[in-house]
């Protein structure tokens, strides 16, 4: 059986509450051997790394851009100070989920979308001072993103981490590329409407792509309800992890390779995207 590395899981969200575990173990049995756990507020800090820990998986510590708002004012120094406390930690695998989000109108102008490119700026000062990879939140703000990358790198030193998400042009997803990032598809790509993601996923070199669920979120095309569904009395069919090697299916027919080409290909640019991957994949 090909086995799969879910990049982006958010394992602790309240909705696996009540069954996390048979989450976890039914994803394993479907060959998902790993998945990264990326936090989204200080809140959650301490239960993604207790998760990884517990289920041998690993996880990054950040503050997402939806989550700005209601940051406090000490969170980022509190962010400086956990990242010093557990840079040592094998399974602390990049600072993430950072990033902008222009999809949502509010955080397009004034105060808070000059408070997301603070979080931002600073979450990126702080990646570059531990040496982690950094995974990013890329909602209608790729350029943006790409503006402050090219403003806090050094030179001679590439980024290292994950677009994920990935819903850009392909100038965009090239310019991510030649700074260091892998691109993160997911469930987005399973609609047949989706024809930019699919182009994308056809045609970027092999060596750029990995995989996700973002689990519970963005749930592809088998499990979604529609309106008119709900109203009928049908369920909307959550994420899981576990959707992975269906979505990595799709992948590989849009592809034309096997199913083993592409895991084999996607853990090792899972591998190069967050390096501490490998110690734990032995």
């Not at 979080?119 to 890329?138: G, I, M, S, T, W």
Request: with cysteine; hydrophobic share 45%.
């Amino acid at each position: 059986m090909n086995t799969w590395i879910d990049t982006h899981c958010h394992l602790d969200a309240p909705g696996f509450a009540p069954d996390r575990s048979a989450v976890r173990a039914r994803a394993q049995h479907l060959g998902v051997d790993h998945c990264v756990i990326p936090a989204v507020e200080r809140t959650n800090w301490d239960t993604v790394r207790q998760l990884a820990h517990a289920g041998g998986d690993s996880y990054c510590l950040g503050i997402h851009p939806l989550y700005v708002e209601q940051a406090q004012s000490d969170d980022l120094q509190a962010l400086e100070t956990l990242l010093q406390t557990h840079v040592a930690d094998p399974r602390l695998v990049a600072v993430g989920e950072i990033g902008l989000d222009y999809f949502v109108p509010e955080l397009q102008q004034g105060p808070l979308k000059e408070r997301q490119e603070l979080f931002y700026r600073e979450q990126l000062k702080l990646a570059r001072h531990f040496q982690l990879p950094v995974v990013l939140h890329v909602r209608r703000s790729a350029d943006r993103l790409l503006k402050h990358l090219r403003e806090l790198g050094r030179t001679g030193s590439r980024w290292s981490g994950i677009a994920h998400a990935f819903n850009g042009s392909g100038v965009q997803a090239q310019a991510f590329i030649e700074l260091g990032f892998k691109l993160g598809f997911g469930g987005a790509l399973t609609y047949e409407r989706a024809l930019q993601l699919r182009h994308l996923v056809q045609t970027l070199p092999l060596d750029a792509i990995v995989l996700e669920t973002d689990a519970p979120d963005i749930p592809p095309h088998w499990l979604y309800a529609t309106a008119k569904d709900r109203l009928a009395g049908a369920l909307q069919g959550r994420n899981e992890p576990g959707e992975l090697p269906r979505i990595a299916a799709l992948v590989a027919e849009l592809r034309g390779i096997s199913l083993e080409a592409l895991a084999q290909a996607t853990t090792l640019n899972a591998r190069q995207a967050l390096p501490r991957l490998a110690a734990l994949l032995v």
